[in-house]
């Protein structure tokens, strides 16, 4: 038997002009090209994935505050994933091998069990598929509750977008959302909803598409504007006339823009290589969506309840 990646076993999926490679764990979008030009920030099979970069999030998406939160009157404390900033970091499953339940030259359908651990008592299926077609990649990400009493649930995507080869500094974005999330400048802690028009927000405003020039972004954005049928659209573009969007519908209230900035600066690999556009079911910290005074979007599964949520990446 062979020796498997360091990153499980890849699914190479093709339809067209574009070629994505899924590696299992943590059902990770490795690679998404339209003709040879990346449409996301690549990973190498055998690297250790840098980060959540590419990752399947479920059952949360983002942080919850001090890994603490209280639902039906009971308090769980979850393992702190994110030890710098002392949260619990984008859920339980982006480190699970997923189990191959369909395949196809376009497609393949992933699935794998969030077992009852500390923090999280809960036994949840997580079952994604990857569909390539001549209109891009869609994932689609389903929650089953398999526990016999409910349990919170939010999922998203956390891909890293790219335009094209200047520097993400000389990338035109374009983002339909008229309120942002502020948050601490130590801890990424939520503090309120803010219109992104205002005074103090208004570097957050990409409503009418602009460069994002020196901006460092790492928010949550809601109010989306979206089209007759409910969807959302991001655009990012390159100087030379490429790009890349990204759509969504009502399952995602909420979308995280993160410009990539590591500690390291320049430096350190990664920095600003691309443009997270992570969709999400839910706000940050929405497992204590009691403590907001906005709709956090907490989802709660009954037991035997399952719920949808889906995304496209695309070329320009």
């Known amino acids: 038997m062979g020796r498997t990646a360091v990153s499980g076993i890849q699914h190479t999926l093709r339809c067209g002009a574009y070629e994505a490679v899924i590696a299992s764990v943590g059902a990770s979008l490795r690679a998404l090209r339209h003709d040879g030009r990346d449409l996301v920030v690549p990973f190498d099979a055998d690297e250790l994935r840098p980060g959540y970069r590419g990752a399947t999030l479920a059952p949360w998406p983002n942080r919850v505050v001090d890994g603490v939160f209280t639902l039906n009157g009971v308090t769980h404390e979850l393992a702190l994933t994110e030890p710098k900033r002392g949260h619990a970091l984008h859920g339980l499953a982006a480190w699970l091998d997923f189990q191959v339940t369909d395949a196809g030259s376009d497609h393949v359908t992933l699935a794998a069990t969030i077992e009852p651990q500390a923090g999280y008592?809960?036994?949840?299926?997580?079952?994604?598929?990857?569909?390539?077609?001549?209109?891009?990649?869609?994932?689609?990400?389903?929650?089953?509750?398999?526990?016999?009493?409910?349990?919170?649930?939010?999922?998203?995507?956390?891909?890293?977008?790219?335009?094209?080869?200047?520097?993400?500094?000389?990338?035109?974005?374009?983002?339909?959302?008229?309120?942002?999330?502020?948050?601490?400048?130590?801890?990424?802690?939520?503090?309120?909803?803010?219109?992104?028009?205002?005074?103090?927000?208004?570097?957050?405003d990409y409503r009418e598409a602009h460069l994002i020039g020196a901006a460092e972004i790492d928010h949550a954005y809601t109010g989306l504007v979206r089209d007759a049928s409910g969807i959302a659209t991001v655009r990012l573009t390159d100087a030379g006339g490429t790009g890349v969007e990204m759509t969504w519908d009502a399952a995602c209230p909420w979308v995280q823009v993160h410009t990539a900035d590591l500690p390291g600066g320049p430096a350190q690999p990664g920095h600003r290589a691309g443009l997270a556009v992570e969709p999400m079911t839910c706000a940050p910290d929405a497992f204590n969506a009691a403590s907001y005074a906005y709709d956090a979007g907490l989802i709660v599964l009954e037991p035997a309840a399952s719920t949808t949520a889906s995304w496209r990446i695309a070329a320009l």
Do not use: K, M
Not at 159 to 178: I, R, S
């Open 121 to 204: 008592p809960w036994r949840v299926e997580v079952t994604t598929t990857y569909r390539l077609s001549a209109d891009g990649l869609v994932q689609t990400v389903t929650g089953r509750n398999d526990s016999v009493a409910p349990a919170p649930w939010g999922t998203g995507p956390h891909p890293y977008l790219v335009a094209g080869p200047a520097a993400l500094d000389e990338w035109t974005f374009e983002l339909p959302a008229a309120q942002v999330l502020a948050v601490t400048d130590d801890r990424l802690i939520p503090t309120e909803l803010r219109a992104v028009d205002a005074d103090d927000a208004a570097r957050f």
